[in-house]
C-alpha cells in the first residue's frame, strides 16, 4: 500500500549541533506538509510545500521537496533546547483527501 | 478564536464497551478529520467528514464510526473496544477553500485508555 518511511526514528545532538530527517514515499505526493508534536502535545503545522524542487525556509528550519515529488527533507540549523520533538511528514497522494504520514523523527537534545 | 477542541480529555473504558468522542472544529473550517496515534508512533488516518458525510476512509473496522453535525462538530465512535484500541485520538479540522488551505489545526486529543 501507500507508505511514506521516514529516517532516523532517533536523532540525539548536543545544542548547536544540526539536526536532519529524511522522507520517501512509495508513489509521487501533490504535496508534503512537516509537522512538530512536542512530548504530550498535539502535531502543529509548519510548512507545505507543492512544487517540484521546492525549499522553503523559516529561520533556522529548511524544507526540501525533491525533483520528483517524492521524497522531501527538513534540516534544522544549531538546534536549540525549543527545537525539541518529534518531527513528521506527511503526504498526500494525488485525488486523495487522505494524508499518508511518516512514523516521525525524534530529535532528543543531550545535555 | 478558538482553535479544535476536542472532549474528553481522558477516558477509561473495559473491553467490549463503546465510546464516543467529540470534537469542534477551528472556526470557519469545515472538514473534520480523525486520527489513532499509538505511543511512539505517527497519526494513522481513520476517516475524514465534509458536509455532514464521510469523504474518505483509511484501513480501520466498521467498529469505528463517525458522524458530522450541521455546525461541522464530529463524534467518533468505537464499538467493541479492544485493547489495542488505547491510543491519542486526534481530532485536525481544516477548510479546502480558504486562508488555512490544507494545513491540518489539531485539537489536544483525548487520550483514550482500555483495560
Known amino acids: 500500500g501507500q507508505q511514506v518511511m521516514q529516517i532516523p526514528q532517533y536523532q540525539h545532538v548536543q545544542e548547536g549541533e544540526d539536526f536532519t530527517t529524511y522522507c520517501n514515499s512509495s508513489?509521487?505526493?501533490?504535496?508534503i506538509q512537516w509537522y512538530k508534536q512536542r512530548p504530550g502535545g498535539h502535531p502543529v503545522f509548519l510548512i507545505q510545500l507543492v512544487k517540484s524542487g521546492e525549499v522553503k525556509k523559516q529561520k533556522r528550519l529548511t524544507f526540501q521537496f525533491g525533483e520528483a515529488k517524492k521524497n522531501s527533507s527538513l534540516h534544522i540549523t544549531a538546534t536549540q533546547t525549543t527545537d525539541v520533538g518529534t518531527y513528521f511528514c506527511?503526504?498526500?497522494?494525488?485525488?486523495?483527501?487522505?494524508?499518508?504520514w511518516g512514523a516521525g523523527t525524534k530529535l532528543i537534545i543531550k545535555p | 478564536d478558538a482553535g479544535v477542541t476536542q472532549s474528553p480529555t481522558h477516558l477509561i473504558k473495559t473491553r467490549g464497551q463503546q465510546v464516543t468522542l467529540r470534537c469542534s472544529p477551528k472556526?470557519?473550517?469545515?472538514?473534520v478529520s480523525w486520527y489513532q496515534q499509538a505511543l511512539g508512533q505517527g497519526p494513522q488516518f481513520i476517516f475524514q467528514?465534509?458536509?455532514?458525510?464521510?469523504?474518505q476512509r483509511g484501513n480501520f473496522p466498521d467498529r469505528f464510526s463517525g458522524h458530522q453535525f450541521p455546525n461541522y462538530s464530529s463524534e467518533l465512535n468505537v464499538n467493541a473496544l479492544l485493547l489495542g484500541d488505547s491510543a491519542l485520538y486526534l481530532c485536525?479540522?481544516?477548510?479546502?477553500?480558504?486562508?488555512?488551505?490544507?494545513?491540518?489545526?489539531f485539537g489536544s486529543g483525548t487520550q483514550l485508555s482500555v483495560l
Open positions: 508513489t509521487t505526493l501533490s504535496n
Open positions: 467528514y465534509y458536509e455532514e458525510e464521510e469523504r
Open positions: 485536525a479540522s481544516s477548510e479546502l477553500w480558504g486562508d488555512d488551505g490544507e494545513k491540518l489545526f
Open positions: 506527511a503526504g498526500h497522494m494525488d485525488s486523495n483527501y487522505q494524508l499518508i
Open positions: 472556526s470557519g473550517h469545515d472538514t
